[in-house]
């Protein structure tokens, strides 16, 4: 190839090939999201009746360049087999496939494991997507300030409160330029409430080079940075060299950002829209609820008709038997073959396949999960959490429980019992109300 | 025949539903509880009825007055300017209880059961002593003062024990008595107690005696109470097979114990009892499933709601898919938002109760 393709500013607006890739973690991770991930991985437990990661995939396939997408992560090969052939079919233009990484490598070591794959083609542009966020994913209007900028890197950053912003990795972008100058994770102090939504664009001349570099500078001299003070100084020490002889994980967040702000160009993308990470199981409720409201809102016709007993956005899955007296939504998302009797009512609430929901029942705030079963006049319920808030606990009594009510798989709710902020393990049957619970 | 009902205060116990009636007036089983008292005492042949209060009871005499038509007697109202105790009240009605030499009835005007007052009389004029009091006998006497018998004897009353740790018997006081006139001369005009100053000086000269209750008994004077009592007052009538009761072939009747004013309206697919009242006007939604509970009237339960232990006050609103349990009390025109759950909540009138009450709270 001697005709070099310029790595930007085509005068027509078109972009060179650019690649995407969804982190999926493995079965080992996720741990937060039980009982819901015992018995489906995490990226594939649907919210707005699909899995998480065709949240991710719909975004790529409305990005022209993207024609292949990777999923990275250390789940089995067979988890993915069927959702990748029934994406292939539903995306056509994209090319899907799973890269298993023998062990966990770390975010940005899994990237790199794999980097001869990602760099086939010569792409020149690779988002990197975690799977575990709920958002808009503004993926072209990333794709447009890289070029405008001619940027090495672009991050989604998105505004949350100052109590909030220490749980994330915070950014401190040039107000004018919204060009990176500091990037920290989980910081100890109040760095800034610009925060990394776990969405990248990088290019890919800079990406593994970064990475490399990471690695070099790992090898040189093992990590120290995940000590806190003086004392525990030792410790961490002796953890992270166990660690590094071990496998050589290296992240994004900890080991590339940060760097990358001193000395490449790295701008910040900041999105007005929704985000939310989904880390408990718990968080799925709002994203169920954001991705509805997104879908009702680019008039979807997934969704079910508004009626007086359809409060919108409600999706039910064609094969779900919904009885018409039954009062569902907003925020409703009903699951294949799921059987909901008359007079029920659910309300910011996902019901997974094969479950049955009696007579007179009432759901709010909660999930059920797959083939269980909630008896006539029972009452399923959480509590609400307040819409900008990115926790998912509460205080009740000076306790910390969760605020949404979870039944894992095959769990019953006998008929007029009460169920309020539960976690109920798969298979157990709740015969008498409980409250504030961990059912194992 | 003459009979003396204490009724004392307004009943602060019984809130919030004595905030918006006088506790005589209060409807258990779908009849005010003084009107289970006057027809007990009329059809026992008593003529005068005076009413022991230290309010001014407006609101009662309207209600009085009609019973006083309808049953053909007298029914007069003694105001204690301040209050007497249990026994001062005889002493103040003194010239009514001696206007002829029968003997008279006293009883508290919380207590519940089958006011057996002719077998109390034929009792009392048997034995030809001064006092008979009704006994009814308890699972757990430790919590009661407990009447002790003279040694051999059947009915003679030898002493009572407060709260006895040791067993020594299991009748206690069941707050309703028969008097002749003469135990007027025992009692002084001034705040005095029956059960702690008369009854141990009449037992001291072999003058009391007790009359043992058959079936049920109940203190109704607190919401839990009042439900309880609801329930031994609806198993009575089973037991009795009252027509009151809504029969047990009606499909939404579920275990019995149900009586319905004929002017309520019941939804479909309802599931209702065991132990329900529900008064005049009550307008009940479809899918409503109730038990241990008591409507009053005017209330609207709506349609999916799920309503346990539960007493809705008078033109009282509870919402589709609410959910109210653990000794919740509505009181008047009260309105429970739908979906919200309750649980022992006591709602003072003319609230809207929008957010969930999760453990038991007064809301003001």
Redesign the interface.
């Known amino acids: 190839m001697s005709l070099q393709i310029p790595h930007h500013g085509k005068a027509n607006g078109n972009t060179g090939a650019t690649k995407a890739v969804i982190l999926v973690g493995g079965a080992s991770r996720g741990t937060r999201f039980r009982p819901l991930s015992l018995d489906v991985p995490k990226p594939l437990f649907d919210v707005a009746g699909h899995p998480i990661i065709w949240h991710c995939l719909t975004a790529i396939s409305k990005v022209p360049s993207i024609h292949e997408v990777y999923l990275i992560g250390y789940y089995e090969e067979h988890v993915f087999r069927d959702f990748i052939k029934d994406s292939s079919s539903e995306f056509p233009d994209l090319s899907i496939k799973y890269l298993r990484e023998y062990q966990a490598l770390g975010t940005a070591g899994g990237l790199y494991h794999f980097r001869d794959a990602i760099l086939k083609g010569r792409p020149e542009n690779i988002f990197v997507l975690n799977s575990d966020v709920c958002c808009s994913f503004p993926l072209n209007e990333m794709l447009q300030l890289t070029q405008e900028r001619r940027a090495e890197a672009v991050i989604l950053g998105t505004r949350v409160s100052e109590d909030a912003a220490s749980n994330f990795g915070c950014i401190v972008s040039d107000s004018h330029t919204r060009r990176v100058l500091h990037y920290v994770e989980k910081p100890e102090s109040y760095i800034s409430n610009l925060i990394n939504c776990g969405v990248y664009l990088f290019r890919a001349d800079v990406l593994f080079p970064s990475i490399r570099t990471a690695i070099q500078r790992r090898a040189d001299r093992p990590r120290l940075g995940s000590y806190r003070s003086s004392e525990n100084l030792a410790s961490s020490y002796m953890f992270d060299e166990e660690d590094s002889q071990k496998n050589e994980v290296i992240r994004l967040e900890q080991d590339i950002l940060g760097e990358m702000a001193d000395t490449n160009l790295f701008f910040v993308y900041e999105t007005k829209d929704f985000w939310r990470q989904i880390k408990t199981a718990g968080s799925a409720i709002p994203a169920n609820a954001l991705y509805l409201q997104k879908a009702q809102q680019s008039g979807s016709s997934e969704l079910s008709a508004p009626s007086a007993n359809i409060k919108g956005p409600v999706f039910i899955h064609p094969t779900a038997n919904v009885h018409p007296t039954a ?1 569902l939504g907003p925020n409703v998302s009903i699951g294949p073959r799921v059987t909901i009797g ?4 659910i ?1 910011e609430s996902i019901v997974l396949e094969d479950a049955e929901v009696k ?2 029942a ?1 759901i ?1 705030y909660s999930i059920i999960g797959w083939g269980s079963r909630v008896g ?2 029972a ?1 399923v ?1 959480g ?1 609400p959490t307040p819409v900008t808030s990115h926790n998912t606990s509460i205080i ?2 000076g306790v910390k429980v969760q605020a949404i009510t979870i039944l894992g798989k095959e769990c019953g709710v006998g008929d ?1 019992v ?1 169920v ?1 902020n539960c976690i109920c393990l798969p298979f157990k049957d709740l015969k008498r109300d409980v ?1 504030n619970e961990v059912i194992m | 025949m003459k009979a003396l009902i204490l009724v004392g205060g307004f009943g602060t116990r019984l809130r919030p539903l004595t905030l918006t009636l006088p506790k005589p007036l209060v409807e258990f089983g779908n009849k005010r509880m003084i009107l289970h008292q006057i027809e007990a005492l009329a059809a026992a042949g008593v003529t005068d009825i005076i009413l022991a209060v230290n309010y001014r009871p407006e609101i009662m005499e309207k209600y009085l007055a009609e019973y006083e038509k309808e049953f053909g007697i007298n029914i007069t109202i003694s105001i204690e300017s301040e209050p007497l105790g249990t026994a001062g009240p005889l002493k103040l009605a003194e010239e009514t209880l001696r206007k002829d030499d029968t003997p008279f009835f006293v009883l508290n005007s919380d207590v519940t059961c089958e006011y057996p007052f002719k077998e109390l009389a034929a009792f009392h004029k048997s034995h030809g002593d001064e006092g008979t009091i009704i006994v009814t006998k308890v699972e757990e006497p430790s919590k009661y003062g407990v009447v002790v018998h003279k040694p051999g004897h059947q009915s003679k009353i030898d002493r009572f024990v407060e709260k006895p740790v040791e067993f020594v018997g299991n009748r206690i006081n069941a707050g309703i008595y028969i008097f002749n006139t003469s135990v007027l001369d025992r009692i002084e005009l001034r705040p005095t107690s029956i059960e702690n100053e008369t009854f141990p000086d009449m037992v001291k000269d072999d003058q009391l005696h007790s009359f043992d209750l058959e079936g049920f008994w109940m203190d109704v004077g607190q919401p839990k109470d009042f439900l309880t009592g609801t329930c031994l007052y609806l198993s009575s009538l089973a037991k009795k097979q009252s027509k009151l009761l809504t029969p047990t072939t009606e499909p939404f009747v579920y275990g019995g114990n149900v009586l319905i004013d004929p002017s309520a309206k019941i939804g479909k697919n309802c599931r209702i009892g065991p132990n329900v009242t529900i008064g005049p006007d009550v307008v009940v939604g479809d899918g409503v499933r109730l038990q241990r509970c008591v409507l009053l009237s005017g209330s609207k339960v709506k349609d999916h709601a799920w309503v346990k232990s539960t007493i809705v006050g008078w033109n009282s609103v509870v919402g589709r898919w609410a959910r109210l349990e653990n000794v919740t009390v509505l009181g008047d025109d009260v309105t429970i938002s739908d979906e919200v759950y309750v649980n022992g909540g006591s709602v003072l009138p003319h609230k809207t109760i929008k957010a969930n009450v999760d453990v038991p709270a007064i809301i003001m």
């Open positions: 009062v008359p007079g029920v009512r309300k007579h007179d009432c709010l006539a006049w009452r319920e509590t009740k009594n007029e009460r309020q409250s």
